[in-house]
């Protein structure tokens, strides 16, 4: 065999672990994306529907975002109604204030515990989510779509 025809079947059998790589990295990105979706359901159910309870949202941006859907921890609160309003849920961003979810829980309700064990859960899938993703995003310059050409 020429160093020619060695050099192509290491290329074709780099390529294909390479190729390899990429549906597993995709994969694991599909994983987590269901398991985020489920902790979401899961997290609703286990709270009641009353004031304070924390919730994972998720929220799509559009078409051709890699980080859709895109998760926020939200707190519901009902305020106070007077006799000729209803009281209103209000909806707190707790990201966008920077607070912790599982700190805004109320810790008395019976709740509590599986509640913080499914949100402890939901903030590890989302770490390794937000990891995943900003290594596909440093790709996308080396992709056909995004080259410049």
Known sequence: MTDVVQAREAAISAETK????????L??????NARLLQLHDEIKTVQPVASGAVCLEMYPCGPGCSGCPHPRW???????????????????????????????LKRKEPHYKATAEL???????????TRLLNFVRNLWPYSKAGAKT
């Open 74 to 104: 939200v707190q519901y609160n009902w305020t106070a109604g007077t006799t000729d309003k209803p009281g209103i849920l209000m909806g707190t961003n707790l990201d966008a204030q920077g607070r912790e979810p599982i700190l805004s």
């Open 119 to 129: 949100i402890r859960e939901a903030k590890a899938v989302l770490d390794e989510r």
């Open 27 to 32: 994969d694991r990105l599909h994983a987590l």
């Open 18 to 25: 390479v190729e390899t790589i990429f549906n597993g990295v």
